[in-house]
């Protein structure tokens, strides 16, 4: 095995609890298994903290009233069950940790009310959660010959990217998240406004969101790989220049993706 070989598999065991776990690395005892086991579980305490200091900044700034910090469910028992099956960076865990995540800082109050100064607690803990979970799972580090080849060809029926999420709030966070990180000494609050947010990622990593009304929200919801352009247009209620108006900024956003033929 060459070393860059041998340097990849070593960084899959550290990133991998199943495959660190697996016959086929134990087997190569390339490591002492104890001293692996501790340094990857330092890793992924690191490798979360960032992700929930980053995607959980709102509530964290509200731990003065809540007296809840999101990231100290890192110190818990539920998550260090959770590095059993951790694989770091993955859309899975990134459910599961955004979800000890959200449980930690509700535990505030008994559920389902929030605190009378944070009616809209519960609509800001989905859109955070939702956030982290939109920016795991694999990217694209750089455009290859082979993709670029690909995206040239006829595309076919749209569909909507994993990760992908369309949020229906009570309350309009948009307008409210800029001055939870200014200086404050009441609580700002949050318009008691319906809103539908779509939290997206492009395939090199960005994560958006974006106010989506109705149109949005239907061609998302219904571009499931299968439809043609045509039906879509028709369940959407959509004119086929309009549709077309929407799939290009979806696509931009990194929402919906198109399949493309050989």
């Not at 995206?151 to 998240?177: F, I, K, M, Q």
Request: charge should be neutral; include cysteine; glycine fraction near 4%.
């Amino acid at each position: 095995m060459r070393d860059r070989e041998l340097q990849d598999l070593v960084l899959r065991a550290l990133a991998d609890a199943p495959f660190r776990a697996s016959r086929e690395w134990r087997d190569r005892a390339l490591v002492e298994p104890g001293r692996l086991e501790r340094f990857a579980r330092f890793l992924a305490r690191h490798f979360y903290y960032e992700r929930i200091v980053h995607f959980f900044k709102y509530s964290r700034a509200l731990a003065r009233v809540t007296g809840r910090c999101p990231e100290a469910v890192l110190k818990s028992a539920d998550f260090d069950a959770l590095l059993a099956t951790a694989v770091l960076g993955s859309r899975e865990t990134a459910r599961d940790v955004a979800g000890l995540a959200v449980r930690h800082v509700k535990e505030v109050t008994p559920p389902p009310p929030p605190p009378p100064q944070l009616p809209y607690l519960n609509d800001l803990l989905r859109y955070e959660e939702a956030m982290m979970i939109a920016e795991a799972g694999p990217r694209m580090w750089r455009d290859s010959a082979h993709e670029r080849a690909a995206g040239s060809r006829e595309p076919s029926a749209p569909e909507r990217v994993e990760g992908t999420a369309l949020l229906d709030l009570a309350y309009d966070l948009p307008a409210v998240l800029p001055r939870l990180l200014q200086s404050w000494v009441e609580v700002p609050q949050a318009p008691a406004q319906p809103v539908k947010l779509l939290i997206a990622r492009s395939p090199h990593g960005r994560v958006t969101v974006a106010r989506a009304d109705a149109a949005v929200a239907s061609v998302v919801e219904l571009a499931d790989g299968r439809k043609t352009l045509e039906q879509l247009a028709r369940e959407a209620g959509l004119r086929a220049t309009d549709l077309e108006t929407t799939l290009v900024g979806l696509s931009d956003l990194g929402a919906v993706r198109f399949a493309t033929g050989s």
